[in-house]
Antibody, heavy 119, light 108 residues
Framework: DVQVVESGGDLAQPGGSLRLSCEASGFSFRLYEMHWVRQAPGRGLEWVSS????????YYADSVRGRFTISRENARNSLYLQMTSLRAEDTAVYYC????????????WGQGTVVTISS | EIVMTQSPATLSVSPGERATLSCRASQSVNTNLAWYQQRPGQAPRLVIY???TRATGIPARFSGSGSGTEFTLTISRLRSEDFAVYYCQQYNNWPPLTFGGGTKVEIQ
């Protein structure tokens, strides 16, 4: 089965750091662009960052650029999001998502990992 | 940045009736428009892509239409499992990928 599983969410203090992970299985991970999407409590979906299959193309939302770094390790079928200088407004469920060969929109989603930024 | 606007914010419908959800883009996205369903406590699920193509496993009561800047998701004969929040998303011109604010379909 095609699956992505996020981990690494936690409670952190403002100004702190966290590293999220997403482990993929059931598809040729290295061939797929991967994305992070977040959802603040009671709010809608917000795209955060994307990375190409070879890791060479990186995109960020303005709200996280300069603070978050997306990366991947294809040998481990894993995607990462290094989050620094965290703010209260980064509190959200963070989803790992991708586009399979069967659609041209996000048809692969993880269950999400919860990040809470509070002192 | 392309801004996606959904209406209404909340739609109250009785089971068995039809629901019509709207999504407007601030500039043309051609047919590069997707709809997602999100039930409480769950991840989003792709319903429609390419403005009108149902994703794998999505029943035929879901249909999408539109192109350019105006899009519609129609759910005919609503069932209990269809009551959820629906988001539209454009992927025509990015970054950034942008989502609408969502429409909550609730039981009347």
């Amino acid at each position: 089965d095609v699956q992505v599983v996020e981990s690494g969410g936690d409670l952190a203090q403002p100004g702190g750091s966290l590293r999220l992970s997403c482990e993929a299985s059931g598809f040729s991970f290295r061939l797929y662009e991967m994305h992070w999407v977040r959802q603040a409590p009671g709010r809608g979906l917000e795209w955060v960052s994307s990375i190409g299959g070879d890791g060479g193309t990186l995109y960020y939302a303005d709200s996280v650029r300069g603070r978050f770094t997306i990366s991947r390790e294809n040998a481990r079928n894993s995607l990462y999001l290094q989050m620094t200088s965290l703010r209260a407004e980064d509190t959200a469920v963070y989803y790992c998502a991708s586009v399979s060969g069967y659609a041209d929109a996000f048809d692969i989603w993880g269950q999400g990992t919860v990040v809470t930024i509070s002192s | 940045e392309i801004v996606m606007t959904q209406s209404p914010a909340t739609l109250s419908v009785s089971p068995g009736e039809r629901a019509t959800l709207s999504c407007r883009a601030s500039q043309s996205v051609n047919t590069n428009l997707a709809w997602y369903q999100q039930r409480p406590g769950q991840a989003p699920r792709l319903v429609i892509y390419g403005a009108s193509t149902r994703a794998t496993g999505i029943p035929a009561r879901f249909s999408g239409s539109g192109s350019g800047t105006e899009f519609t998701l129609t759910i005919s004969r609503l069932r209990s499992e269809d009551f959820a929040v629906y988001y539209c998303q454009q992927y025509n011109n990015w970054p950034p990928l942008t989502f609408g604010g969502g429409t909550k379909v609730e039981i009347q």
